[in-house]
């Protein structure tokens, strides 16, 4: 045999195994870690760039999104808007439909709940406006998620093109919509629809201003729940996300779970364009999504569908949206520091979900093996 | 060159486990140049994740690996490619829209620019020294199986592999395809060459190899020269208890027509005729196999019958309902019609994770598959399926964590029990299995072979697809044999040779 060469390696430094199964309390500590490394790697980077005392840089960040009632309940209304698109998200990626197009689903709907209030906003008792309102919102956005779904079912076309391509038909069909409610004249914007009559508007509940959007999306959020682990219709979604093979041999319908399945998240989502025009902005324009239709995605994935979780996560982003423009505004830092925050902080959050599946093992040092061999 | 009893590898004390379970225990094992070791033992006894240690695919928890007398640590495929291991896997590790002779040179960064000319040169020079027969222009999407495998261990001896480790080499060949892989391994070992088996089936241990390692549930049993070793031995030290080597048959006691399948014919999406005009009957407590070259029509046969696969005008399935005596149409329906119409047909596909069953399921929410549906209600009723999941558990003795621990996790017998048992717990009258017994160990399918005899006994229709011809011969009562979608011959399972069956699975038309 032919001479081989020398080796010499050394064990390999780390090795990543995967673990077994953790436990629920073992997985949040992970995730606590995680984030505290992330405020320290904040800190570090806070004080290296900036100067500044990273104590009080988070100090006003916690005051940016909680420091006074009306700040505390814009982070609500934020958190419940992510909620709720995640929510509309969840049995789409469930069954592994990668629906991007979030973002255009909540656009229509929003589109819809504006064009109500304008055109009947002062036609029709409030309790009927707000239900027409509520059903246009649904149908856009089940529409928006139905015509993919559609396609995708009857000649396989590919779900995330399509998805994606229908939220640019949705910010155009947003811009025409904006140009033709344009008031005042010249402004290019619909600025606040009926700031007279306020029809078509959210009613406090409870004395707050946005105790109705609360009130809906936590509905939403245990319909949603008990939608997907307890429904018939909730296992043929994880049937089918599974294995289109297996569902078949199930009996399961896939076409029509695939589209029924899109028509609902679409709805949920085209619903919270209706509590972002009705219950939050009361006015309609290309940003009014603002990127949550993406944003909700890493919510429902970190969540891995479960809606209580959700709420959770929601409000970390929020929180994190806000804390970043306060400091942003406070310390006179640009958008993009805060920007990087952000950043960081999602990276250790997503890092954790790592370590709670896999761990890492460290080479033995000499000294430690020579111990051991001593025993 | 070589001397008979030079070592090539030497492993001592190899531990490796993955979180709770231990894979392999404190393992020694030494491979020779010159010779075919196999290594035998039961599914999930931790053969293949040993070899992978030494093709640096897992690192050992403990131990020491030596090559050619000297300590190593292998971390990498490349690692093992310096020393001189090649592996062949199960799975083929090839990129279809590349050549075979680009399929070989990926990854080997050889430092110049790709010489097509001098690559094919050298690989029909290994072919030619060896005995392969593969063409380095061809493309692999349009290789047979066989075309794979002979490539692959192309790949690893270009790279000049000394030491051939080969993962179940024969589970996906036929019978003269074998024959065929058995005289290259035995061109290498007569080159010097150190050649690995890692399998379960006796009989091939016998005809290949010259020493046989077993391993048992992870742990290390002995090495025993082939010349020493019957089948009974072997099977001794594998399963740890002596296992009856013979499959009861009970005589038919019940026989009525129950599926007349006319005039079957599957025309598939390249437009090549899978199934063409099948007719037979099957009858009730009668186990009817279904022999065949894989890729004859068997799976097309099955899902036609499942209401899965669309087929061709003019084809006729009907089942006679044993109660009613009323007669049925299949054609045409689907699983959920086939349930409604009252016929309870069940049926075990081939792919177990990706057809039969849900892997991120646990085995609670697997036994509902099929009648999750049932009833009313919106909601899903899990105590039933709690219950069955808890009765198989325990009748069948699975293995596993926990009913709700996704089946995935579980080892390939212990997904078997699974998905057999859901399917006979649906009280069938016709049961179809699709390779039933494949890639288990003798005691998993000893328990499978005899759920198909009670079946039988009860009444039930089986139709048993297999591919080990020892197997149908004992255990069923008629054998039907497919080629190329067309029923080459039905012959009694009692009085038929394996010769006369393999001479029709071969039969041209």
Same mark, same amino acid.
């Given at each position: 045999m032919s001479h081989l060469p020398q080796t010499h390696k050394k064990e390999p430094l780390v090795r990543i195994v995967k673990r077994d199964a953790v436990s629920a309390k073992k997985a949040w500590g992970i995730r606590i870690i995680g984030l505290l490394c992330a405020l320290v790697v904040c800190a570090v980077l806070i004080f290296a760039l900036t100067k500044l005392n990273p104590i009080s840089v988070y100090t006003s960040m916690f005051r940016g999104a909680f420091g006074t009632a009306r700040r505390s309940w814009q982070t609500i209304r934020d958190a419940m808007m992510l909620l709720c698109v995640s929510l509309g998200l969840a049995p789409a990626f469930m069954m592994r439909f990668w629906n991007i197009g979030a973002e255009g689903q909540i656009l229509v709907g929003g589109v819809a709940t504006a064009g109500c209030m304008i055109y009947l906003g002062d036609k029709m008792p409030t309790p009927l406006l707000f239900v027409v309102m509520f059903a246009a919102s649904i149908l856009a956005g089940a529409l928006w998620g139905f015509v993919p779904a559609f396609f995708k079912a009857k000649f396989g076309t590919n779900e995330t093109l399509f998805t994606l391509m229908m939220n640019y038909i949705a910010i155009q069909l947003t811009s025409y919509f904006v140009a033709l409610w344009e008031k005042p004249f010249g402004s290019n914007t619909v600025g606040i629809i009926n700031d007279r009559t306020n029809a078509g508007w959210f009613r406090p509940l409870f004395g707050q201003q946005y105790g109705w959007n609360v009130v809906i999306v936590l509905l939403i959020t245990i319909g949603m729940y008990f939608y997907l682990r307890? #429904?018939?219709?909730?296992y043929e979604i994880q049937v089918v996300g599974e294995s289109e093979n297996t569902a078949r041999y199930a @009996?399961?319908?896939? %076409? %029509?779970?695939?589209? $029924?399945?899109?028509? &609902?998240?679409? #709805?949920?989502?085209?619903?919270?364009?209706? &509590?972002a025009?009705? @219950?939050?902005?009361?006015?309609?324009?290309?940003?009014?999504? @603002? @990127? $949550?239709?993406?944003?909700?995605i890493i919510v429902a994935w970190l969540s891995k569908f479960n809606p209580f979780v959700m709420i959770i996560f929601s409000f970390l982003l929020a929180f994190l949206d806000k804390g970043?423009?306060?400091?942003?505004?406070?310390?006179?830092?640009?958008?993009?520091? #805060?920007? &990087?925050?952000?950043g960081i902080i999602l990276f250790f959050v997503l890092g954790s979900e790592f370590f709670i599946t896999y761990k890492l093992i460290f080479r033995k040092s000499e000294k430690e093996i020579a111990a051991k061999e001593e025993k | 060159m070589s001397n008979e009893y030079k070592s090539a590898i030497r492993m001592e004390g190899v531990t490796k486990t993955f979180g709770s379970v231990i894979a392999n225990q404190n393992i020694n094992l030494d491979i020779r140049y010159g010779e075919v070791l196999s290594l035998l033992g039961e599914n999930g006894s931790g053969k293949t994740t040993l070899m992978n240690m030494l093709s640096g695919i897992y690192f050992p928890d403990a131990g020491q690996i030596y090559v050619n007398? /000297?300590?190593?640590?292998?971390? +990498?495929p490349k690692d093992a490619f310096d020393l001189k291991i090649g592996m062949i896997h199960q799975h083929f590790k090839l990129v279809d829209v590349f050549t075979a002779a680009e399929n070989i040179v990926l990854g080997l960064n050889e430092g110049k620019r790709y010489d097509k000319k001098e690559v094919a040169r050298r690989v029909r020079e290994i072919c030619a020294k060896y005995g392969f027969d593969i063409d380095p222009e061809q493309k692999v999407y349009s290789m047979s199986v066989s075309q794979k495998q002979t490539l692959e261990i192309v790949k690893v001896l270009y790279r000049g592999a000394d030491i051939l480790i080969l993962d179940e080499p024969t589970a996906v060949l036929t019978l003269q395809e074998i024959e065929k892989l058995f005289s290259v391994i035995r061109n290498m070992r007569a080159d010097g060459k150190s050649v690995v088996i890692i399998t379960h089936k006796l009989n091939e241990v016998l005809a290949v190899s010259d020493r046989v390692a077993i391993l048992r549930h992870g742990e290390y049993i002995a090495t025993v020269d082939t010349k020493d070793a019957t089948e009974l031995s072997l099977t001794e030290m594998m399963v740890g208890k002596k296992v009856e080597l013979d499959i009861a048959r009970d005589d038919i006691a019940d026989k009525k027509l129950r599926l007349a399948v006319k005039d079957l014919t599957v025309v598939n999406g390249d437009g090549i005729t899978v199934l063409d005009h099948i007719s037979f009957d099957a009858f009730s407590g009668e186990i009817l196999g279904v022999a065949g070259i894989s890729g004859c029509g068997q799976k /097309?046969?099955? /899902? +036609?019958i499942a209401g899965l696969q669309k087929t061709a005008e003019g084809a006729s399935v009907v089942f006679s309902d044993p109660e009613s005596g009323e007669e049925k149409q299949l054609i045409g329906t689907n699983p959920k019609k086939i349930r409604e119409l009252g016929v309870h047909l069940s049926f075990v596909p081939e792919d177990r994770l990706g057809m039969g069953l849900v892997g991120s399921m646990g085995m609670t929410e697997n036994m509902m598959l099929k009648n999750y549906s049932d009833g009313k209600s919106l909601f899903l009723d899990r105590k039933q399926s709690k219950a069955l999941a808890e009765r198989i558990l325990t009748e069948l003795e699975v293995v596993t964590p926990g009913i709700n621990t996704p089946v995935r996790r579980l080892s390939g017998g212990n997904v078997q029990k699974v998905l057999v048992g859901r399917e006979i717990a649906a009280a069938p009258t016709v049961l179809m299995t699709a390779y039933a017994v494949r890639g288990l160990d003798i005691n998993t399918s000893y328990t499978i072979y005899n759920l198909l005899n009670e079946q039988k006994k009860s009444g039930v229709a089986v139709i048993y697809v297999g591919e080990d011809l020892d197997v149908l011969l004992q255990l069923c009562d008629r054998i039907m044999v497919l080629c190329g979608g067309k029923i080459t011959g039905i012959v009694d399972g009692r009085t038929a040779t394996k010769e006369q069956v393999g001479a029709l699975m071969v039969k041209s038309h």
């Open positions: 307890h #429904s018939k219709q909730g @009996g399961i319908n896939v %076409r %029509r779970v695939i589209m $029924r399945t899109m028509i &609902i998240s679409g #709805s949920i989502c085209g619903l919270s364009g209706f &509590i025009v009705a @219950g939050a902005g009361h006015t309609i324009s290309v940003s009014t999504a @603002g @990127g $949550r239709g993406f944003t909700a970043a423009a306060e400091i942003a505004s406070k310390f006179n830092l640009n958008d993009h520091v #805060s920007s &990087i925050l952000k | 007398d /000297e300590p190593v640590m292998i971390r +990498s /097309e046969l099955l /899902e +036609s």
